[in-house]
Protein backbone atom coordinates (compact mmCIF):
# COMPACT_ATOMS: atom_id res chain seq x y z
CA UNK A 1 0.00 0.00 0.00
CA UNK A 2 1.16 3.62 -0.74
CA UNK A 3 2.53 5.69 2.36
CA UNK A 4 0.50 8.76 3.06
CA UNK A 5 1.42 11.91 2.94
CA UNK A 6 0.32 13.94 5.68
CA UNK A 7 -0.66 17.91 5.37
CA UNK A 8 -0.90 19.43 1.46
CA UNK A 9 1.45 18.85 -0.85
CA UNK A 10 1.40 20.35 -4.85
CA UNK A 11 2.48 18.53 -8.09
CA UNK A 12 5.33 20.10 -10.02
CA UNK A 13 5.97 18.95 -13.35
CA UNK A 14 8.94 20.91 -15.70
CA UNK A 15 7.93 22.00 -19.07
CA UNK A 16 4.62 21.21 -20.84
CA UNK A 17 3.12 18.17 -20.62
CA UNK A 18 -0.20 15.72 -22.01
CA UNK A 19 -3.22 14.49 -20.16
CA UNK A 20 -4.80 11.63 -22.48
CA UNK A 21 -8.04 10.39 -21.24
CA UNK A 22 -8.69 7.34 -22.63
CA UNK A 23 -11.47 4.51 -22.30
CA UNK A 24 -14.19 1.89 -23.73
CA UNK A 25 -17.71 1.84 -23.01
CA UNK A 26 -18.93 -1.88 -23.24
CA UNK A 27 -22.37 -1.02 -25.16
CA UNK A 28 -23.34 -4.93 -24.98
CA UNK A 29 -22.35 -6.66 -21.80
CA UNK A 30 -23.28 -10.01 -23.36
CA UNK A 31 -21.05 -9.67 -26.47
CA UNK A 32 -17.87 -10.78 -23.93
CA UNK A 33 -16.24 -11.59 -27.30
CA UNK A 34 -16.27 -8.08 -28.45
CA UNK A 35 -15.31 -5.93 -25.74
CA UNK A 36 -12.64 -8.56 -23.66
CA UNK A 37 -10.41 -8.08 -26.25
CA UNK A 38 -10.59 -4.66 -26.20
CA UNK A 39 -10.08 -4.33 -22.32
CA UNK A 40 -7.24 -7.05 -22.51
CA UNK A 41 -5.50 -5.19 -25.38
CA UNK A 42 -4.43 -2.11 -23.13
CA UNK A 43 -2.31 -4.30 -20.79
CA UNK A 44 0.82 -4.78 -23.45
CA UNK A 45 -0.14 -1.18 -24.42
CA UNK A 46 0.85 -0.28 -20.84
CA UNK A 47 3.49 -2.47 -20.22
CA UNK A 48 5.42 -1.34 -23.22
CA UNK A 49 5.11 2.08 -22.00
CA UNK A 50 6.13 1.29 -17.82
CA UNK A 51 9.72 -0.54 -20.05
CA UNK A 52 10.55 1.99 -22.37
CA UNK A 53 10.33 5.33 -20.54
CA UNK A 54 12.16 6.64 -23.94
CA UNK A 55 8.58 6.53 -25.57
CA UNK A 56 7.03 9.31 -23.56
CA UNK A 57 4.80 7.68 -20.70
CA UNK A 58 5.31 9.72 -17.38
CA UNK A 59 2.35 7.95 -15.71
CA UNK A 60 -0.78 6.19 -15.61
CA UNK A 61 -3.88 6.08 -13.54
CA UNK A 62 -6.91 3.49 -14.02
CA UNK A 63 -10.66 3.18 -13.01
CA UNK A 64 -13.50 0.68 -13.58
CA UNK A 65 -16.70 2.50 -13.87
CA UNK A 66 -20.19 1.64 -14.42
CA UNK A 67 -19.64 1.56 -18.30
CA UNK A 68 -16.05 0.35 -18.81
CA UNK A 69 -12.81 1.18 -17.55
CA UNK A 70 -10.62 4.85 -18.22
CA UNK A 71 -7.06 5.83 -17.83
CA UNK A 72 -5.70 9.06 -17.24
CA UNK A 73 -2.35 9.25 -19.02
CA UNK A 74 0.65 12.10 -18.67
CA UNK A 75 2.51 12.15 -21.39
CA UNK A 76 5.57 14.37 -21.83
CA UNK A 77 4.27 15.69 -25.59
CA UNK A 78 1.78 15.16 -27.77
CA UNK A 79 4.27 14.09 -30.24
CA UNK A 80 5.13 11.19 -28.42
CA UNK A 81 1.93 10.39 -28.07
CA UNK A 82 0.81 10.04 -31.09
CA UNK A 83 4.15 8.70 -32.66
CA UNK A 84 3.36 5.73 -30.20
CA UNK A 85 -0.13 5.37 -31.29
CA UNK A 86 1.23 4.89 -35.05
CA UNK A 87 4.72 3.27 -35.15
CA UNK A 88 3.53 -0.25 -36.60
CA UNK A 89 5.85 -2.09 -33.92
CA UNK A 90 4.35 -0.91 -30.82
CA UNK A 91 1.42 -3.07 -29.63
CA UNK A 92 -1.19 0.28 -30.39
CA UNK A 93 -0.88 0.08 -34.06
CA UNK A 94 -2.42 -3.98 -34.00
CA UNK A 95 -4.77 -3.41 -31.65
CA UNK A 96 -6.37 -0.66 -33.69
CA UNK A 97 -6.49 -2.81 -36.79
CA UNK A 98 -7.88 -5.59 -34.57
CA UNK A 99 -9.94 -3.51 -33.48
CA UNK A 100 -11.91 -2.27 -36.61
CA UNK A 101 -11.71 -5.66 -37.89
CA UNK A 102 -13.66 -6.96 -35.10
CA UNK A 103 -15.59 -4.03 -33.70
CA UNK A 104 -15.64 -1.11 -36.47
CA UNK A 105 -18.96 0.90 -36.31
CA UNK A 106 -21.14 -2.05 -35.03
CA UNK A 107 -22.16 -0.34 -31.86
CA UNK A 108 -21.19 -3.54 -29.72
CA UNK A 109 -17.95 -1.59 -27.84
CA UNK A 110 -17.22 2.00 -27.37
CA UNK A 111 -14.11 3.56 -27.18
CA UNK A 112 -13.43 7.42 -26.16
CA UNK A 113 -10.14 9.36 -25.90
CA UNK A 114 -9.31 13.18 -25.01
CA UNK A 115 -5.90 14.69 -24.96
CA UNK A 116 -5.12 18.09 -23.40
CA UNK A 117 -1.93 20.03 -23.54
CA UNK A 118 -0.69 21.17 -20.76
CA UNK A 119 1.04 24.59 -20.92
CA UNK A 120 4.68 24.95 -18.67
CA UNK A 121 3.10 26.69 -15.18
CA UNK A 122 -0.91 25.97 -16.74
CA UNK A 123 -2.36 24.11 -13.87
CA UNK A 124 -2.78 23.54 -10.05
CA UNK A 125 -3.00 20.31 -7.98
CA UNK A 126 -3.59 19.87 -4.30
CA UNK A 127 -3.31 16.68 -2.42
CA UNK A 128 -4.10 16.41 1.08
CA UNK A 129 -3.07 13.40 3.17
CA UNK A 130 -2.57 11.15 0.14
CA UNK A 131 -0.56 8.67 -0.94
CA UNK A 132 1.65 10.34 -4.31
CA UNK A 133 -0.96 10.22 -7.26
CA UNK A 134 -1.93 11.46 -10.59
CA UNK A 135 0.52 14.27 -11.60
CA UNK A 136 2.35 14.15 -8.05
CA UNK A 137 3.48 10.61 -9.60
CA UNK A 138 4.39 11.62 -13.26
CA UNK A 139 5.88 14.86 -11.74
CA UNK A 140 7.14 15.73 -8.56
CA UNK A 141 5.04 16.68 -5.29
CA UNK A 142 6.26 19.43 -3.19
CA UNK A 143 4.55 20.91 0.13
CA UNK A 144 2.61 23.88 -0.33
CA UNK A 145 2.98 26.77 2.38
CA UNK A 146 0.36 29.44 3.11
CA UNK A 147 0.68 31.45 0.42
CA UNK A 148 0.49 28.40 -2.13
CA UNK A 149 -2.13 26.55 -0.12
CA UNK A 150 -5.17 28.51 -1.95
CA UNK A 151 -5.92 27.37 -5.65
CA UNK A 152 -4.90 31.53 -6.98
CA UNK A 153 -1.59 31.08 -5.27
CA UNK A 154 -0.99 27.49 -6.85
CA UNK A 155 -1.66 29.13 -10.08
CA UNK A 156 0.65 31.59 -9.28
CA UNK A 157 3.15 29.70 -8.14
CA UNK A 158 3.42 27.60 -11.21
CA UNK A 159 2.65 30.33 -13.61
CA UNK A 160 6.52 31.87 -12.05
Known amino acids: MAKVVPGYVTAEVEGDFVVFLIGMRINKWWKLHKWVPVMAAMGPMLRELIRRKELGLLHFTSWIGPSGPLLVQYWRSVEQ ?8 R ?16 SGDVGIWHETYVVHNGAYETLYGNMPAFGLGRAGTTAPLTRATRG ?8 AG
Do not use: T, V
Request: hydrophobic share 45%.
Open 151 to 158: AAGRRAAN
Open 90 to 105: LPHHPAWKRWNKAIGD
Open 81 to 88: LEAFAKDA
